[in-house]
């Protein structure tokens, strides 16, 4: 039940840093990127695997800027930043 409530805690959190100006959404939107994948893996231990890869499949979509701009960085590129 804890996880239950982790896991809408971690949603309801990813959707107020995305209602925030671009400029203020750094600090806290890498703190939730972080927080994901422990998050994801306990889904994954304590309910299925298939819930985790719906999980990871919901992260992936909603942190696909900033996971393609890690991807960028992690090939020496430098991408455009918005503004």
């Known amino acids: 039940m804890t996880l239950a409530w982790l896991s809408i805690l971690w949603v309801f959190a990813a959707v107020t840093v995305a209602m925030l100006p ?3 959404q750094y ?3 890498i703190a939730l990127l972080i927080a994901a ?4 893996v306990a889904i994954g231990v304590s309910q299925s695997w298939l819930l985790a890869i719906a999980a990871l ?3 992936v ?3 696909r800027n900033p996971l393609r701009y890690l991807a ?3 090939r020496r590129e430098t991408p455009e930043l918005p503004k």
């Open 61 to 63: 979509s909603m942190f």
């Open 37 to 40: 994948p422990a998050l994801i």
């Open 22 to 24: 671009m400029r203020h």
């Open 57 to 59: 499949a919901a992260f």
């Open 27 to 29: 600090v806290p939107g």
């Open 72 to 74: 960028a960085r992690l």
